[in-house]
């Protein structure tokens, strides 16, 4: 079975700063997916990256970047310039290739990141 | 616009008391799925199905089952609700595509 990591259960940071959170998962597998998702106060689950365990390049979706470090089995996600509306719960998430959970995601406890004015 | 639907935003029932919890979506996904979140645990899965009649179950299924008799509606069914059950419930559905992945807006319980 795989876990998922997320050792900072809240983090705070200052608008327009930078931040990043830490997720690391265990797997003997070696094709996999990892996700970032958000889900703010409305509870709706949005995702924010996804990075795919043969691809070299670390993704980016605007202000969001992954640092994939597969030997070291590390994925962390790192929002620059924060916003105010980022504030929300990340959560860290794996997926198994090929799958035999009809494509289940494996989440992490999450990580609570409130961004100040 | 594409989506997951739960019926309940918010849920109180009984000790004792049979419980659904009803998602319906709009994508023709295959797969659909059933997560449990609380605090300082996450999402954890309680059932998935990947066809209409099949059920599996995932991480937690105890206390819990499921029904799923047509594609688009994936019913979770607590068949005694206990204390212990309060929690916020998710559905997802997937189309097995890496991108496909759509979640409800959650269901949250409260067992008295």
């Known amino acids: 079975a795989q876990t998922v990591t997320q050792s900072q259960p809240e983090m705070s940071v200052q608008e327009a700063e930078t931040v990043t959170l830490s997720c690391t998962y265990d797997t003997s597998e070696s094709n996999y997916y990892l996700f970032w998702y958000k889900q703010p106060p409305s509870r709706q689950m949005i995702l924010v990256i996804r990075q795919e365990a043969y691809k070299q390049q670390n993704a980016t979706e605007n202000r969001f970047s992954v640092n994939f470090q597969k030997a070291a089995k590390s994925f962390s996600l790192k929002i620059s310039d924060s916003q105010l509306g980022d504030t929300a719960m990340y959560f860290c998430?794996?997926?198994?290739?090929?799958?035999?959970?009809?494509?289940?995601?494996?989440f992490g406890k999450g990580t609570s990141l409130l961004v100040t004015p | 616009d594409v989506k997951v639907t739960q019926s309940s935003r918010y849920l109180v029932k009984r000790t004792g008391e049979k419980v659904f919890l009803e998602c319906v979506q709009d994508?023709?996904?295959?797969?659909m799925f059933w997560y449990r979140q609380d605090p300082g645990l996450g999402l954890r899965l309680i059932y998935f199905s990947y066809d209409v009649k099949m059920k599996e179950k995932g991480d937690i299924p105890e206390g819990y089952s499921v029904s799923r008799e047509k594609k688009e509606r994936f019913s979770l069914i607590l068949e005694s609700a206990s204390t212990n059950q309060t929690s916020m419930y998710l559905c997802?559905?997937?189309?097995?595509?890496?991108?496909?992945?759509?979640f409800g807006s959650g269901t949250r319980l409260t067992v008295v």
């Open positions: 994508m023709d996904h295959e797969n």
């Open positions: 998430a794996f997926m198994k290739l090929p799958s035999n959970s009809g494509y289940a995601l494996n």
């Open positions: 997802a559905s997937s189309s097995g595509q890496i991108d496909g992945y759509t």
